[in-house]
Nanobody, 117 residues
Framework: QVQLQESGPGLVKPSQTLSLTCTVS??????????WNWIRQPPGKGLEWMGA???????YYRPSLKSRTSISRDTSKNQLSLQLSSVTPEDTAIYVC?????????WGQGTQVTVSS
């Protein structure tokens, strides 16, 4: 059973860069067929897909966030990373990583990030 755990600062100042890590256990992030996603949910709004990194290292971004988003991975640590630059209070959200594999979806528990001075 794949398990995902997000970690990172809960409070980020405006204009700074938000950095989060998703640690994966129970499976390798390089296993063929897996797609690892970053998703967020602002307060009172729906889920927003931010981007993904595939098992082969291919990276995909939401077009509207592409200029501010960077997704990477550390295969030695079995971790994914998300960086979102130039944050504003509108980036306040619960940030979640998940994995798609065939018909299965695995979710992390999410982490609250607040952008405030």
């Amino acid at each position: 059973q794949v398990q995902l755990q997000e970690s990172g600062p809960g409070l980020v100042k405006p204009s700074q860069t938000l950095s989060l890590t998703c640690t994966v256990s129970g499976g390798s992030i390089t296993t063929s067929g897996y797609y690892w996603n970053w998703i967020r949910q602002p307060p009172g709004k729906g889920l927003e897909w931010m981007g993904a990194i595939a098992y082969d290292g291919s990276i995909y971004y939401r077009p509207s966030l592409k200029s501010r988003t960077s997704i990477s991975r550390d295969t030695s640590k079995n971790q994914l990373s998300l960086q979102l630059s130039s944050v504003t209070p509108e980036d306040t959200a619960i940030y979640v990583c998940n994995a798609f594999y065939s018909l299965h979806v695995y979710w992390g528990q999410g982490t609250q990030v607040t952008v405030s001075s």
